[in-house]
């Protein structure tokens, strides 16, 4: 008979177990991304950072008071125009970096949700066998549970397709279905 481990620290092997595949699984898909990934990834990272405000604060404050004339110099873009030209070509390239970036999150998180689905698809229809198993026992033993109506219908596989049929059904507003 095998020995079941200790919960350690309130947590069961098989959590921990599951987190530890987690994070290495994102460890892996980290180490896997390509130079590009990596270098949009650390620019959206500076981008959407307080740093970033500041030194553009500071930056564009800069250039605005000197283009003012208030410290005596002669004003290089008195209209602003350089500076209003900068700052869009800026927008354009760090709206492409965080575009890659979420285009790369997007890609994780369909996997994620795939996996979450094939693992919901299981328990169900694990739940469903155990459902069979007690109402066969509850039915030996003669218990009226055994004849509950609802127990008929939560013995029967959930099947993916017919559910997303259904789905795309209710979406589509086809109200003869939905009733």
């Known amino acids: 008979m095998k020995e079941q481990a200790p919960f350690n620290k309130g947590m069961s092997t098989v959590i921990e177990r599951n987190i530890k595949a987690l994070l290495q699984k994102n460890e892996q898909e980290e180490r896997s991304k390509s130079i590009e990934g990596r270098i949009a990834d650390a620019i959206t990272r500076f981008t959407g950072s307080m740093v970033f405000v500041y030194i553009h604060l500071l930056l564009f404050s800069a250039w605005i008071i000197y283009n003012l004339g208030w410290l005596g110099g002669k004003p290089f873009d008195p209209s602003f125009v350089v500076l209003a030209m900068f700052a869009s070509v800026e927008a354009i390239f760090l709206s ?34 155990l459902i069979k198993m007690v109402t066969a026992i509850a039915r030996k033993m ?17 099947k993916p397709e017919i559910v997303l049929e259904k789905i795309e059904q209710f979406k589509g507003g086809n109200k003869e279905e939905k009733s």
């Open 142 to 158: 003669d218990l009226p549970e055994a004849l509950d109506p609802e127990l008929h219908e939560s013995k029967q596989d959930v």
């Open 96 to 129: 492409t970096f965080v575009l890659i970036s979420q285009n790369r999150l997007t890609a994780q998180a369909d996997k994620r949700a795939d996996l979450d689905l094939q693992v919901s698809l299981l328990a169900e229809h694990e739940i469903t066998q």
